[in-house]
């Protein structure tokens, strides 16, 4: 601990710092430096730091990580290897994302794993937090087209392009440190079942020092539009608080001049039919092939095309751009795109946090970063353990290696239903008229998750 009495950090592909600002809630973090190589990103690190709403003292590295040593980094805060409490970041992500076309590590940028573990393996911290996206877990080193695949007739998959060939190899390096002995477990969790009022699939790796097996707590939240719902997944379900909505974040907030990358008149014109809740299946026939186009004929994955959201239920996902017609982020009472406001709330970033760069840019900002509730959960679930082990004078739990896990902490949360059997399922706003509308939202609710909680072995 420092003189402080609070852990020390580095953090590494810092971003918009949703890390960052999780762990420093918690009052238990104290950040020494941070490594960004995002012009705007950086320019709203200092602006914040310099009207004191980060530590003065933290250093800034306004570079690309592959151009910092960790040893200068180390230097620069005065600390030597293994004396560093934690490092955290979030190595960028989109080639291992299920939203889009997985390239894997084939994309340079999937060899920002391997800095990350650079960075591990010269400062030794005694724990370290990484973050990403879910679909990391299930990334194959290789990329075999579908067409060309075992299923298709093809040849049987290599190990190299085996799903989660990304991990074993980056467990395998992790493992084989020198001079050190680092236990992982992984975590597969939502934001929304921690309080974020979004629906958030993430993949947090904590791994330590010291084989102490380290456990993600059960989910505090849930959805409870249902009576199944109402049944107890991890005890006493009366327990879980109700999913923190849309409402809950912006409901109370007023902006006069807000920030927007709003929708082009076309787009307007097509939200403005849509009802609060509902999406392009609220549309008349004619008008949803018009405005859709090809994408009307396609199947599955289409909820986003004219979503108008619904003050009573989660954000979904927030994307860098909300105005998209396929990923639409509309206000659920007026026809334009989420605010760069509404979004630094949804990510529960503080009301006084300045963002520098364009309007681009402090979306990307925000969308990108990581909800703060998680990091604020990880945050208190790694301070526990360093307690634990300050207490037990740093003594190794077991001498040999663990074994790393992943662990599913009922992570993904079911669609909503949208439409079923030709009848479009609206989500009606329960402020407008009351419990009446209980009932009529009932069909409409996400489904009860079927798996709670499942642990596999990385081999």
């Given at each position: 601990m420092t003189d402080s009495s609070q852990y020390t950090v580095v953090?590494?592909?810092?971003?918009?710092?949703?890390?960052?600002?999780?762990?420093?809630?918690t009052g238990l973090f104290r950040i020494l430096a941070c490594i960004e190589k995002d012009n705007a990103c950086t320019e709203t690190i200092r602006r914040n730091q310099q009207s004191g709403k980060l530590d003065r003292n933290m250093k800034v590295f306004e570079r690309d990580i592959?151009?910092?040593?960790?040893?200068?980094?180390?230097?620069?805060?005065?600390?030597?290897?293994?004396?560093?409490?934690?490092?955290?970041?979030?190595?960028?992500?989109?080639?291992?994302?299920t939203a889009g076309k997985r390239r894997t590590v084939?994309?340079?940028?999937?060899?920002?794993?391997?800095?990350?573990?650079?960075?591990?393996?010269?400062?030794?911290?005694?724990?370290?937090?990484?973050?990403?996206?879910?679909?990391?877990?299930?990334?194959?080193?290789?990329?075999?087209p579908i067409a060309k695949r075992p299923e298709k007739g093809g040849l049987a998959l290599e190990p190299d392009?085996?799903?989660?060939?990304?991990?074993?190899?980056?467990?395998?390096?992790?493992?084989?440190?020198?001079?050190?002995?680092?236990?992982?477990?992984?975590?597969?969790?939502?934001?929304?079942?921690?309080?974020?009022?979004?629906?958030?699939?993430?993949a947090l790796f904590i791994g330590n020092r010291y084989n102490a097996v380290v456990d993600f707590p059960d989910p505090t939240r849930g959805p409870s539009e249902e009576k199944e719902m109402q049944l107890s997944l991890f005890g006493n379900e009366s327990d879980?608080?109700?999913?923190?909505?849309?409402?809950?974040?912006?409901?109370?907030?007023?902006?006069?001049?807000?920030?927007?990358?709003?929708?082009?008149?076309?787009?307007?014109?097509?939200?403005?039919?849509?009802?609060?809740?509902s999406n392009w299946r609220s549309l008349p026939v004619e008008i949803q092939k018009e405005s859709m186009g090809k994408a009307?004929?396609?199947?599955?994955?289409?909820?986003?095309?004219?979503?108008?959201?619904?003050?009573d239920l989660p954000c979904p996902t927030l994307v860098t751009m909300p105005n998209h017609a396929s990923t639409s982020l509309c206000h659920p009472t007026e026809t334009r795109a989420l605010s760069v406001r509404e979004y630094a709330r949804i990510q529960e970033f503080p009301d006084d946090w300045e963002l520098a760069g364009s309007v681009a840019q402090q979306y990307a900002q925000v969308g990108n970063a990581v909800p703060t509730r998680l990091s604020q959960v990880a945050g208190t679930v790694i301070a526990?353990?360093?307690d634990r082990l300050a207490q037990r004078g740093w003594k190794p739990y077991k001498e040999e290696q663990q074994d790393y896990r992943v662990i599913y902490v009922q992570s993904h949360v079911r669609t909503r239903?949208?439409?079923?059997?030709?009848?479009?399922?609206?989500?009606?706003?329960?402020?407008?008229?009351?419990?009446?509308?209980?009932?009529?939202?009932?069909?409409?609710?996400?489904?009860?998750?079927?798996?709670?909680?499942?642990?596999?072995?990385?081999?």
């Open positions: 953090s590494i592909f810092s971003g918009g710092m949703g890390l960052d600002l999780g762990l420093k809630s592959c151009a910092v040593s960790p040893s200068e980094v180390l230097d620069a805060i005065g600390l030597q290897p293994e004396e560093l409490d934690l490092i955290v970041g979030g190595p960028p992500c989109q080639s291992f994302s084939q994309d340079p940028r999937g060899t920002l794993l391997w800095q990350y573990l650079n960075f591990v393996e010269v400062i030794k911290p005694k724990f370290f937090l990484m973050e990403n996206v879910r679909g990391l877990l299930s990334a194959a080193l290789r990329h075999r392009e085996e799903p989660g060939s990304v991990v074993k190899l980056f467990a395998s390096d992790l493992k084989n440190i020198p001079g050190a002995s680092y236990h992982m477990d992984c975590f597969e969790v939502n934001a929304v079942n921690y309080g974020a009022p979004q629906l958030r699939e993430r879980r608080k109700p999913w923190a909505t849309l409402r809950d974040a912006i409901g109370d907030l007023r902006e006069y001049n807000p920030i927007v990358m709003d929708f082009s008149p076309r787009k307007k014109y097509y939200l403005s039919l849509v009802p609060e809740g009307w004929y396609a199947k599955g994955g289409r909820s986003g095309w004219w979503r108008r959201l619904t003050f526990e353990q360093l239903q949208w439409f079923k059997a030709g009848k479009t399922y609206i989500w009606s706003d329960r402020s407008a008229d009351g419990p009446k509308n209980r009932d009529s939202n009932s069909q409409a609710a996400y489904g009860a998750p079927k798996t709670t909680r499942k642990v596999t072995i990385i081999d």
